[in-house]
Nanobody, 120 residues
Framework: DLVESGGGLVQPGGSLRLSCAAS????????IGWFRQAPGKEREGVSC????????YYADSVKGRFTISRDNAENTVYLQMNSLKPEDTAVYYC???????????????WGQGTQVTVSS
């Protein structure tokens, strides 16, 4: 299971940290990705971190503003989001897969999502 938390309402320029808590004995071996979907838009890959954090990937739209990290001891992956913009507003999902990529089709297990709203 994957459970996201940390979403909410924030003003433009603000920050949020999303968490993705994973359960299961093999969760350390999965790459974890963050994706988002805004109303009327397709799901977009945001960031991904490989199983032991050796590699990270970011969409161009979030590079320099978002940082992904993982704590395998806590079975949790974080997405630190800084300098948030209104266009970052979306439901954010985390997902687990065997390949580190920001392509949604590579991920088998998905959380339920957490809403992020950036508005003044």
């Amino acid at each position: 299971d994957l459970v996201e938390s940390g979403g909410g309402l924030v003003q433009p320029g603000g920050s949020l940290r999303l968490s993705c808590a994973a359960s299961g004995p093999t969760s350390d071996y999965y790459a974890i990705g963050w994706f988002r979907q805004a109303p009327g838009k397709e799901r977009e890959g945001v960031s991904c971190i490989s199983s032991f954090a050796s590699n990270t990937y970011y969409a161009d739209s979030v590079k320099g503003r978002f940082t992904i990290s993982r704590d395998n001891a806590e079975n949790t992956v974080y997405l630190q989001m800084n300098s948030l913009k209104p266009e970052d507003t979306a439901v954010y999902y985390c997902a687990a897969g065997l390949i580190a990529t920001i392509k949604a089709g590579a991920f088998r297990y998905w959380g339920q999502g957490t809403q992020v709203t950036v508005s003044s």
